[in-house]
């Protein structure tokens, strides 16, 4: 069984630009979730979507977005990229939410670097 | 408001001694807890979770206590094996259809 696949693992951009991350969760799970990880602010929740519907949303500004596809694939998008956006972006998968069986399989990431 | 810590940010523990990693949250309604691992270049993974209804829950070598009148939640490893390195982070949900909230992390070094 496949898991969590983000796409690209790395990437380099200039500060103002904008980037889109791709993710595909496990076949069967409809819950996709994006996290920010820095060693400053860890974990940081960004948004839920389940059945194409943002269904939880975090404190970050409306540079960030995403958005799902009928297929549960999501993307999530940054536009006018700031230094402090540099981070690992991960997406969670999961059948339905937080408390389903074995709560979230994350992917392994895409570290976003903003120069 | 939303919180979850660790009480320390690294451990370090000789190998085949029992680690105990602890997590204090601020939440009283969460409903779901949840430990993770990561390890370097990977994303976390779920290593064991409880609800509120229960106080322990014991997986292969690794045990989750929940405390609710203090709200603090433990993990603790058995033997400890050198494949143990990792960060631990611990998460915690309101419910159901909630985000899960994370602490920030304890990295567990192992000494030989």
Redesign the interface.
């Known amino acids: 069984k496949a898991g969590?696949t983000q796409t690209p693992r790395y990437l380099i951009k200039t500060r103002g630009q904008q980037v889109t991350l791709s993710c595909s969760p496990i076949s069967g799970h409809r819950s996709v979730?994006w996290?920010q990880q820095t060693p400053g602010q860890?974990?940081?929740?960004l948004f839920?979507y389940?059945s194409e519907t943002q269904?939880?949303k975090?404190n970050f500004p409306g540079r960030f977005s995403g958005r799902q596809f009928s297929n549960s694939r999501s993307e999530m998008n940054v536009s006018t990229l700031e230094l402090g956006d540099s981070a690992l972006y991960?997406c969670?998968s999961s059948t339905?939410?937080?408390?389903s069986n074995?709560?979230?399989?994350?992917?392994?990431?895409t570290r976003l670097t903003v120069v | 408001g939303e919180s979850v810590g660790l009480h320390l940010p690294t451990l370090s523990v000789q190998e085949g001694d029992n680690s105990i990693i602890n997590c204090a949250y601020s939440n009283s309604a969460s409903?779901?807890f949840?430990w993770?691992k990561q390890e370097s270049?990977?994303?976390?993974?779920?290593i064991i979770?409880i609800r509120s209804n229960m106080d322990k829950r014991q997986g292969q070598r690794v045990t989750v206590l929940l405390n609710k009148t203090v709200k603090h939640l433990s993990l603790q490893i058995a033997a400890t094996q050198p494949g143990d390195s990792a960060v631990y982070?611990c998460?915690e949900?309101p419910?159901?259809?909630?985000?899960?909230?994370?602490?920030?992390?304890t990295r567990l070094h192992i000494l030989p």
């Open positions: 969590v979730s996290y860890g974990l940081q929740f839920e389940f269904r939880n975090g991960l969670a339905s939410g937080a408390s074995y709560g979230y399989t994350f992917g392994s990431g | 409903d779901y949840i993770y270049g990977k994303g976390p993974q779920f979770d982070f998460a949900s419910n159901r259809d909630d985000k899960i909230i994370f602490g920030k992390g």
